[in-house]
């Protein structure tokens, strides 16, 4: 059973300034849970769960000395960031990341990608196609978000998530071809496929900072044949990587 400081602190954990100064978020649902339990870069600090759920993974949880708390549906509700709540909510330690060495051949870069849903498509998309490292400028949505983290459905354990400066970052990365999604950019089946590099994905309605797009940049396009003005960026993105990589 919760008691009243558990579910404050819970809900507390929806706003970023809260899971910024507490490094913890929350996660829910069986499958993020599960990915999560079996990552070892992921430190779950308590869990709250039906107990249907408790009893099928109650082993799993000691074995890892993860405390737990068996909740109602009722309880469930109060604590929840979805609609429909699903068996179990999480309490996870956020993450700490080092942004100076890219672990897998591809980078990408996200410039002010600010719904929330996009971004955690975007993770998961990253992570389908193998690439472990994203950098999003600061003005991007938080990864920690509860609707991103939801949209990732487990990626998080994967996917490596760092936040900083673009303009600075790019000048750093230049042992690697940075290709930018733009509207005015060369087709990208005429664009020869580097064996790795960095790609850089634009705001939704704005695309990307002028600023970023440098004589070293690379500008693609995928060709369109109908009447839309644009792609969303999580789709854009999933088609760039395809090809890529």
């Known amino acids: 059973m919760l008691v009243k400081s558990q579910v404050k602190y819970i809900q507390s954990l929806s706003q970023k300034k809260f899971r910024d100064e507490i490094g913890e978020f929350t996660a829910e649902g069986p499958k993020i849970i599960n990915e999560f339990l079996a990552a070892p870069n992921i430190q779950i600090k308590e869990v709250f769960a039906l107990a249907s759920w408790i009893e099928e993974h109650e082993n799993a949880l000691k074995t890892a000395a993860i405390p ?17 709540p699903a068996e179990v909510l999480a309490i996870v330690k956020k993450p700490v990341f080092n942004a100076d060495k890219p672990v897998s051949p591809w980078i990408l870069i996200l410039d002010t990608i600010q719904d929330p849903g996009n971004l955690g498509t975007i993770i998961r998309t990253a992570d389908w196609f193998g690439i472990t490292d994203i950098v999003a400028s600061p003005q991007t949505a938080d990864y920690l978000n509860p609707k991103v983290v939801q949209a990732t459905m487990g990626s998080l354990s994967r996917v490596r998530i760092i936040y900083t400066p673009l303009e600075s970052y790019i ?22 496929k580097p064996e790795k590099g960095a790609l850089i994905i634009g705001n939704e309605s704005k695309g990307i900072d002028a600023n970023l797009i440098t004589d070293k940049v690379v500008k693609i396009t995928i060709p369109a044949k109908g009447g839309a003005e644009s792609l969303n960026a999580a789709v854009a993105t999933g088609i760039l990587l395809s090809h890529l990589t």
Do not use: C, M, W, Y
């Open 68 to 84: 737990f708390t068996e909740v109602s549906h009722q309880e469930l509700e109060r604590i929840s960031q979805l609609q429909t």
């Open 171 to 192: 000048d750093q990365i230049k042992d690697r071809p940075i290709l930018a999604a733009h509207l005015n950019g060369s087709p990208l089946q005429s664009i020869q």
